[in-house]
């Protein structure tokens, strides 16, 4: 039975997964599991916590949201699970909050021509399913303007700053503009059968990717199933007040039409204990408008995609998965690859 699941997966559809965050690293722990033809595209504009620190003392990209990406599509010993996913405790002095995962990947850095091979490495030392790709090795920022017209630079600034300034993120953009992106990036979304955008932190992790040269051109041009998975709840610091179709139509401004053919939404309620929860945060689950959004030409999927277990609004990575492979199934047919 298990040599019959390995097969399938061998013979799976070419997935390209486009974001960062934890948002990214549930859909692959799904997604691995009914395809090995799997590519997670990643942003590299983080410049706070652990990875901001690395990234300020050695020069190098942020590491954190690739390494997630790796602990969910690893098939290491569970020694290394633990190794990889361990946090130096308060009194560590620098180290104090640092991941350990984060550091083996600096050190790897460190004996590597580059940025992209490190990753590369250890992605061997794993053992993971697929592959993890920075969108770019460039040395980016992020940076927001505000519909006030105010601007921060810096993506780890931009939730304090929101709720500073009262309103809505018109705009993001990278410093330098346009960087050069990961040449096999752009050639995993040329290939690829079917493309997922998100979920995740909508201006600090899935647009990033959009902003880097050649990556919204190759997913608009793409013959692959494009789905965006939209988010279940609204996100403090970035997102409160949006719909469904604003999530849309900020995804489709960033790069140009054509980007995706669905947007994915989730359908089951969210259980009342956490709703109260989230509304301490400002955050509500996101109303799912329809219409909006198929004005914006985006044929619209509900599956109830919440999970059920979690302490947190957040989508299973099995219900999730399954929903994303069975729309690529009804829909393959249609296209030429």
Not at 292 to 300: C, N, P, S
């Amino acid at each position: 039975m298990r040599d019959d699941l390995f097969d399938r997966r061998d013979q799976g559809p070419r997935v390209v997964a486009i974001g960062g965050g934890t948002g990214l690293s549930t859909m692959l722990r799904g997604l691995k599991n009914h395809t090995k033809n799997l590519t997670a595209i990643v942003t590299v504009a983080d410049d706070g916590g652990g990875s901001g620190m690395l990234r300020q003392d050695l020069g190098m990209p942020p590491p954190g949201d690739i390494r997630h990406c790796m602990e969910a599509l690893a098939n290491a010993e569970p020694l290394m699970q633990q190794l990889l996913t361990y946090r130096f405790p308060a009194g560590s002095g620098n180290l104090t909050g640092q991941s350990f995962g984060n550091l083996i990947l600096a050190a790897l850095n460190g004996i590597s021509g580059s940025f992209d091979e490190a990753v590369a490495k250890m992605s061997q030392v794993l053992a993971i399913t697929g592959r993890v790709l920075p969108v770019t090795t460039a040395n980016v920022t992020l940076e927001a303007t505000f519909e006030n017209g105010t601007r921060v630079l810096g993506e780890s600034k931009i939730s304090d700053f929101k709720k500073a300034q009262d309103c809505r993120i018109r705009s993001v953009r990278l410093l330098p503009e346009r960087p050069a992106a990961l040449p096999e990036a752009v050639s995993a979304i040329e290939q690829a059968e079917l493309i997922i955008l998100g979920p995740g932190s909508l201006y600090t992790s899935v647009i990033p990717n959009l902003l880097v040269e050649g990556i919204s051109e190759a997913v608009c041009a793409a013959r692959a199933v494009k789905v965006y998975v939209c988010n279940i709840m609204t996100q403090d610091g970035e997102t409160e007040g949006m719909t469904a179709s604003d999530h849309v139509k900020a995804l489709l401004d960033h790069s140009g039409p054509g980007l995706i053919d669905l947007c994915l939404c989730n359908s089951a309620p969210v259980r009342p204990g956490l709703v109260e929860r989230y509304k301490v945060e400002d955050a509500v689950p996101i109303t799912v408008d329809r219409a909006a959004i198929e004005a914006l030409g985006v044929e619209v999927v509900e599956r109830p995609l919440a999970s059920e277990t979690l302490n947190y609004a957040r989508h299973s990575f099995a219900r999730l998965s399954a929903a994303v492979m069975d729309i690529y199934r009804e829909r393959a047919d249609t296209r030429i690859f």
